[in-house]
């Protein structure tokens, strides 16, 4: 059984540049967040994808947009790059359809750094 | 109102001593607390996480109490191992709300050999 899966692993970009970052959820769920994580910091939700639709989005510039396929497999677009951009890019799969479905379930992150 | 503050921001245990990490939130709405585990490299796991119907709960050597009326809990790592050795968030999510969670800012924990 496959986990979340984020690709690619590590990202280097230049200020201005825009960034599509992927991720797949775990099999059988159908909820996939997104969150970032600056050094040495906690994750940060940036927004949450269900039935390829945006449901709620955390404290994000408009810069930062999402979407979601019908697979439930989703990408994270950010455009006009920023240095502050730079961060661990965390993507979490959940079922909360189902008892129990707020455990939420973290890839290994995509590294982004802006230079 | 939608802070989580965690403490300490670094901990040094000696193997097999007992690891505790505290959290603090305002928002009473506050119903899902669950603890995420951190190794470099990697995305949070989820080690242990209560509801704030219950005052203690335990799994192996993890151990969270809660106290409702403080808006506090805490993890309890017994019998500390080396590869225990990690960085550790608390979080909070209101329900209705998809689930967000609100984290913690991380403790980083080193456990002696």
Not at chain 1, 35 to 56: H, M, N, S, W
Not at chain 1, 67 to 82: D, G, I, K, R, T
Request: hydrophobic share 30%; glycine share 10%.
């Amino acid at each position: 059984d496959a986990g979340v899966t984020q690709s690619p692993t590590h990202l280097i970009k230049t200020r201005g540049q825009q960034v599509t970052l992927r991720c797949s959820p775990k099999s059988g769920h159908d909820t996939v967040s997104w969150y970032q994580q600056a050094l040495g910091q906690g994750p940060q939700f940036i927004f949450q994808y269900y039935e390829e639709e945006e449901r709620q989005r955390g404290n994000f510039p408009d810069r930062f947009s999402g979407h979601q396929f019908p697979n439930y497999s989703s990408e994270l677009n950010v455009n006009a790059l920023l240095l502050g951009d730079s961060a661990l890019y965390l993507c979490a799969s959940s079922d909360l359809r189902r008892a129990g479905g707020e455990k939420l379930f973290f890839g290994s992150g995509t590294q982004l750094s802006v230079l | 109102q939608q802070q989580v503050k965690q403490s300490p921001q670094s901990l040094i245990v000696q193997k097999g001593g007992i690891s505790i990490i505290n959290c603090a939130y305002e928002n009473t709405a506050f119903d899902y607390f669950p603890w995420y585990q951190q190794f470099p490299g990697k995305g949070p796991a989820l080690l242990i996480a209560i509801r704030p119907d219950v005052s203690e709960k335990k799994e192996g050597r993890f151990t969270i109490s809660f106290n409702k009326s403080a808006k506090q809990f805490s993890l309890h790592i017994m019998d500390s191992q080396p590869g225990d050795s990690a960085t550790y968030f608390c979080a909070a999510s209101l329900s209705g709300s998809a689930r967000q969670l609100t984290f913690g800012s991380g403790t980083q924990l080193t456990v002696l050999p």
